[in-house]
């Protein structure tokens, strides 16, 4: 073979030029430029798994085209977007096949994850654009990444009018985001070879090894998912929900999103599902390791996990006050202040977002709790967003130590959680956390007051996104959308829950300059 000047192109050179194209690239351009080394990075291990995220979707596709049948609507919205996606698929599979793959390190692992999110997301739209439900991509992209965060924003002002097979996928998405696409994707990479080891670690939602393989870690995980859900499926199909009412529900409760296929939310549905969906969102804010614990009866480790006891805590003191507030200060009977008052804090500390009442209508100190617990997060091995309960443990028993140390100056504290000592080291990296999501929280504010919208729903909007708890105050009330909000805004929101659902130390991990370099 000859190139254009007739000389004869020997395998060798080639090989020579591309190597040396390749590190001029990874060696010099990318640590000078961009601040970063690539010689750390392996492109085709991050490649295939993006193909297999890709094929995930795939089957979410697929799973909504007999719904589609069942109620005789049209399934191209859905078959258009799997053939599309499998293709993707396919090409990122091909572009990796023939490299070693068998091992990510920690930036990969970064990496892989953050992408995982946003390719799940922008693939997502397909179904909204397709069906011509949400025509516009900013519109579909906010639903679709909504859906995948478990956030249960939405820009659809009549989901009642939805066709069936949509309102389905939309329940999909939390279900499948919940549980997490790393979480799912790992049982499926050890057949292909890939160690998933470091995926888990970067995935935000398991903090504590349950058992020593990283594939049985995924399988038992994805076995309480779906006891949890058929539970609830059956429990919801004995009140008032049809089964198709039930799955959508249920699919958004355990994965604690929020997106429900009435437009009042769960206004008109009877105490016993109100009640339900109470207990079911308690439930899926629970860390996954304490159900391993009691399916393996190991009560005493339920019983050492300061988080767990916590965490009812927070929901019991939340969930009276909110009672008595409204039960002092309107002419409410107390079944329904408690019913009220319980659901409505159980789904702001879940960051689930379901709605039995009009809350902006609470007296102002209901109001202002609802935006207090906006910050607060369930258990860091569930599904939900925000700070966390363990974090908010930690900044108190800080605080109590440094009461202890004014009082007594040569005392020895210690902070314990679950029975061990932390370091100084994870409480310092819980305080960063904690300053990390005050300061997006402010300057996300900050941004979107400037765009022209009012203070009081700039605040909760950026607090509902980075703790994908979905709705808040002012005109993103429960009983509005963000449909008015500028694209503008509505890509930022998506940016913050996607921070939201990767926890922020990640992100700024992803900028941070040496992160990037040996």
């Excluded at 996954?288 to 019991?316: C, M, P, R, T």
Aim: aromatic content about 14%; glycine content about 6%.
């Amino acid at each position: 073979m000859t190139n254009q000047q007739g000389f004869v192109r020997v395998d060798q050179h080639t090989d020579f030029c591309r190597k040396l194209k390749h590190n001029t690239i990874t060696d010099y351009l990318c640590p000078q430029f961009l601040g970063f080394d690539m010689r750390f990075i392996h492109p085709p291990a991050i490649i295939r798994i993006l193909s297999t995220n890709l094929l995930i979707e795939v089957f979410v596709f697929l799973i909504c085209v007999p719904v589609a049948l069942v109620y005789h609507e049209s399934t191209l919205p859905f078959i258009w977007p799997a053939i599309i996606t499998l293709s993707f698929s396919a090409a990122f599979f091909l572009l990796s096949r023939k490299s070693s793959v068998r091992k990510i390190n920690i930036r990969e692992g970064f990496l892989s994850v953050a992408m995982s999110w946003v390719i799940f997301s922008l693939f997502g739209t397909l179904p909204y654009i397709f069906s011509r439900t949400i025509p516009r991509f900013t519109d579909a992209l906010f639903e679709s990444t909504s859906g995948i965060t478990t956030t249960g924003s939405t820009v659809i002002a009549n989901v009642e009018a939805l066709p069936y097979s949509v309102n389905f996928y939309r329940a999909l998405t939390h279900w499948a985001g919940g549980l997490g696409i790393v979480l799912l994707v790992i049982i499926i990479l050890p057949e292909l070879g890939i160690s998933a080891h470091q995926l888990l670690r970067r995935e935000s939602s398991i903090r504590e090894k349950i058992v020593p393989k990283t594939k049985s870690v995924g399988f038992r995980l994805l076995f309480i998912y779906l006891a949890l859900t058929a539970l609830q499926i059956i429990l919801l199909s004995a009140g008032d929900m049809n089964l198709f009412e039930s799955i959508c529900h249920s699919f958004s409760t355990i994965a604690t999103g929020g997106f429900s296929i009435k437009n009042t939310s769960m206004m008109g549905y009877s105490p016993y599902s109100q009640y339900i969906m109470a207990i079911f969102m308690l439930f899926g804010g629970i860390s996954f390791v304490i159900y391993y614990h009691f399916i393996k009866l190991q009560f005493k480790k339920i019983g050492s996990n300061d988080e767990f006891w916590f965490y009812l805590a927070v929901i019991l003191l939340s969930g009276t006050v909110a009672t008595l507030i409204l039960y002092g200060t309107t002419s409410d009977p107390f079944e329904l202040s408690f019913r009220q008052g319980f659901f409505q804090t159980i789904s702001i500390i879940t960051t689930s977002g379901f709605t039995t009442t009009d809350y902006l209508n609470w007296p102002h100190a209901g109001t202002f709790l609802i935006f207090i617990l906006l910050f607060s997060g369930a258990s860091t091995g569930s599904t939900t967003g925000g700070i966390k309960m363990a974090r908010h443990l930690i900044l108190i028993k800080s605080i109590r130590n440094v009461f202890i140390r004014l009082s007594h100056p040569s005392a020895v504290t210690q902070i314990k959680l679950h029975g061990n000592t932390l370091s100084e080291k994870s409480i310092t990296s819980v305080f960063s956390f904690i300053l990390i999501y005050i300061f997006l929280f402010i300057s996300g504010t900050l941004l979107i007051t400037l765009t022209g919208t009012d203070p009081v729903t700039s605040a909760s909007a950026v607090a509902a996104s980075l703790g994908n708890t979905g709705p808040g105050l002012g005109t993103i009330g429960p009983m509005f959308t963000y449909s008015h909000m500028t694209d503008f805004n509505k890509i930022f929101f998506c940016i913050l829950m996607i921070t939201g659902r990767l926890e922020v130390n990640t992100l700024f991990i992803l900028l941070s300059r040496s992160f990037w370099k040996d």
